[in-house]
């Protein structure tokens, strides 16, 4: 359902993603694995339309681009968090969860089940609320808005561990329910590992390894390049 061929991109003359090509399926859960700078949000970025394509192209249901508009891929039920979190903060979290509601998808998730934080704030400022809390609303906005997909970046950014495993848990049943495709931004393999299908991590711009979970947990040296330095 998605696919990035030969794709380079970045911010003004700075190319980031170099002769990148990857493919996520419909039904496929997937997690973007990497140290700080590879470029990780350059790459959703370029595929909601913030960074340019400079080379290659994406191919969206079929369809090869090109450009990227945010709002054509909003409108065909493309959902991204982006790493600042993406809420309006001069709305409240009420008004923030109906303006990502579509007139007709119903996503299996209850979001205000997920996050019950939700309905405690739901008349409070979104610019008000903390880091963790807007990344809860972020995310509910994410699930209700993504038809087809959902990219989320830095997911456990901010979020206590038992939520953060609700959250995964929650993706992983959209993913099942609805044949949705779900691709993260995590810095640390071990949510990924539990609940993901696929890892795809980068380097320098580039795919370093694109594996099945199940081929990573038999040989987890694999993530060594891939892991953060303390
Ligand atoms: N707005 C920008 N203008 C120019 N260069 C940028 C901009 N944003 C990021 N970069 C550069 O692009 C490169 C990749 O950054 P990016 O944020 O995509 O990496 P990342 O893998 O998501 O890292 P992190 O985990 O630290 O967020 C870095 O060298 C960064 O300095």
Known sequence: MLKFEDVSSGYHDTRIIQNLS???ESG???????????GKTT???TLFGICPIFGG??????????????EKMAR????????DRGVFEELTVEENLVLARHKTYKPAVDVLELFPLLTERR????GSL??????????????LAGRKFIAIDEISQGLQPNI??????????????????VLIVEQSPTLPLEYCDRVIGMVKGRISLDQPVAAIQQEPDQLTDLLIVT
């Open 22 to 24: 990857l493919s996520v």
């Open 164 to 181: 953060a495993h609700a959250t995964m848990q929650a993706l992983r049943h959209l993913v099942d329910e609805h044949q949705i495709s």
């Open 76 to 83: 065909a039920g493309y959902s991204f968090l982006p790493d």
């Open 130 to 143: 903390s880091g963790g809390q807007k990344q809860q609303l972020g995310i509910a906005r994410a699930m």
């Open 57 to 70: 192209a994406v191919v969206v249901d079929g369809t090869t681009l090109r450009s990227i508009r945010s």
């Open 43 to 45: 790459l959703l970025r």
């Open 28 to 38: 496929e859960f997937v997690a973007l694995l990497g140290r700080n700078g590879v």
């Open 123 to 126: 008349t409070q400022l979104a």
